[in-house]
């Protein structure tokens, strides 16, 4: 059967090249325009036949169609100067700073953050001023005068980590050696500051930590607790695992057998901090020229760095004498007290009668007094006698009570088990922090 002339010539034309590479060409044109429309950044909805384009929102708004700048925080300047330079005038100004009190303390704002004013083009003026005062929240303030100013904190997604590492000159190198922050090991030693004397370390003892991360819109925002820890040395491994009970108010870290890590004294008054000088009843005093008993432990630290109570107690003396320079005295019970010496200043509060918790600040450390640079001379004195702290061993506490043990025990165990799996570095880097 032939086919008319008219279908014949239509069949040859369509069967060229030319034609086939343009419809392939088309097609590909199509499927590219359709990908694209229903791609995630371009949420389409239907109405009633109707494509409707989803808003981004953004600071719990709809920012598609506001204009948007971004500045700086100078030194000195105060959201007043900001809200005058955004267009507001004395009252709109007054009224928004008073509103924004309300949510945080002005002063938190800080040099250097940024914040963002939001401008709707249908309104005159600026619409929105945005501060984050922290990474997991941020302050919406309405310039319009309207009730619509918020603090909102942002949704936290928290993941865990490992971390591990060897000494090979000092905890700090080991850390940062291994690519650890800072922060990290404040929060380690949190964890563990009651049972592991951290201003001896040696050489070739290991740590393994299982820590949380926070995540804000799939970037990091900070870090969480330490959930377990794990130090290890010649002649023992220490644990600590946090643990929280769903019906007790009991919360903390524990060891291995449930007792609680939280000691009666911390083992130091400061951290990050080194022993410059320790207890010796023949030490060469560097100032006075001669051989004279040193009943204590030298912690050298920068000058600030926090000092704090290492035990519950009374303050006795938050004084100043020659030798000692601006010193607290701390009695804990019948028959021990804590002195610290060389203070650049107390912290506010800190008199005699004051009382303290284990942990609080009550001074900063300075070299006032008898002191050749900045230090806090710690001495410990039991039954009137100052005696080397270094050399105690306290008693543990009582452990969780047994009907949270099983739970405890069952929380322990994935812990280790994730701990047993950190690889440990061979060597940490040896470079001065």
Same mark, same amino acid.
Request: glycine letters at 6%; hydrophobic letters at 35%.
């Given at each position: 059967m032939? $086919?008319?002339? $008219?279908?014949?010539?239509?069949?040859?034309?369509l069967s060229s090249p030319f034609v086939w590479g343009t419809g392939i060409l088309i097609g590909l044109a199509a499927l590219i325009?359709?990908?694209? =429309?229903?791609?995630? #950044? +371009? *949420?389409?909805?239907?109405?009633?036949?109707? +494509? %409707? *384009? #989803?808003?981004? %929102? +953004?600071?719990g708004l709809a920012i598609d169609t506001l204009s948007w700048t971004t500045d700086t925080i100078q030194?000195?300047?105060? $959201? &007043?100067?900001?809200?005058?330079?955004?267009g507001l005038n004395g009252q709109q100004n007054h009224e928004t700073s008073l509103v924004a009190s309300q949510l945080f303390p002005l002063t938190a704002l800080r040099a250097g953050r940024l914040y963002h004013l939001l401008d709707d083009p249908d309104t005159e003026g600026a619409d929105w001023m945005v501060y984050e005062p922290n990474p997991y929240e941020y302050v919406r303030l309405d310039l319009q005068g309207g009730d619509r100013s918020e603090r909102v904190s942002y949704p936290v997604?928290?993941?865990?980590?490992?971390?591990?590492?060897?000494?090979? !000159? &000092?905890l700090w190198n080991a850390m940062v050696g291994n690519g650890y922050s800072f922060e990290l090991t404040d929060k380690m030693e949190d964890a563990l500051q009651w049972s592991v004397d951290f201003y001896h370390v040696q050489v070739g003892e290991e740590f393994r930590l299982l820590y949380e991360k926070d995540f804000i819109e799939d970037e990091q925002a900070g870090l969480g607790k330490v959930l377990a820890a794990n130090y290890e040395t010649d002649t023992k491994d220490y644990y600590a695992f946090w643990f929280e009970s769903d019906v007790d108010t009991l919360s903390g870290y524990y060891d291995c057998e449930g007792r609680p890590m939280k000691s009666s004294f911390l083992k130091s008054p400061v951290?990050?901090?080194?022993?410059?000088? !320790?207890?010796?009843?023949?030490?060469?005093?560097? %100032?006075?020229?001669?051989?004279?008993?040193?009943? /204590?432990?030298?912690?050298?630290?920068?000058? /600030?760095t926090p000092i704090r109570a290492v035990a519950n107690?009374? *303050?006795?003396?938050?004084?100043?004498?020659? /030798?000692?320079?601006?010193?607290?005295?701390?009695?804990?019970?019948?028959? %021990?007290?804590?002195?610290?010496?060389?203070?650049q200043k107390f912290a506010s509060g800190i008199r005699a009668g004051s009382r303290v918790n284990q942990g609080d600040i009550i001074g900063y450390v300075g070299s006032t007094g008898l002191a050749t640079g900045p230090h806090v001379c710690f001495r410990?004195?039991? =039954?009137?006698?100052?005696?080397?702290?270094?050399?105690? #061993?306290?008693?543990?506490?009582?452990?969780?009570?047994? &009907?949270?043990? !099983?739970?405890?025990?069952?929380?322990?165990?994935v812990y280790l088990d994730k701990l047993g799996k950190v690889i440990v570095p061979e060597a940490d880097s040896t470079a001065a922090p």
């Open positions: 032939k $086919l008319p002339k $008219l279908w014949a010539g239509m069949v040859r034309r325009w359709w990908l694209v =429309d229903l791609s995630p #950044e +371009k *949420v389409v909805l239907e109405t009633d036949g109707f +494509k %409707i *384009v #989803e808003p981004t %929102i +953004k600071f030194n000195g300047q105060t $959201l &007043s100067d900001i809200l005058t330079s955004a997604e928290v993941r865990q980590d490992v971390a591990g590492g060897r000494i090979e !000159s &000092s951290r990050y901090s080194r022993i410059s000088s !320790s207890y010796n009843l023949r030490r060469f005093h560097p %100032i006075l020229r001669r051989t004279r008993p040193h009943y /204590g432990t030298d912690y050298a630290a920068p000058y /600030g107690g009374t *303050v006795t003396h938050a004084s100043r004498t020659r /030798g000692n320079g601006n010193y607290v005295k701390i009695k804990h019970n019948k028959a %021990i007290s804590t002195q610290y010496l060389h203070m410990f004195w039991k =039954d009137g006698k100052q005696i080397d702290h270094t050399k105690l #061993e306290f008693p543990p506490a009582k452990p969780l009570p047994d &009907s949270l043990l !099983s739970t405890f025990f069952a929380q322990r165990d």
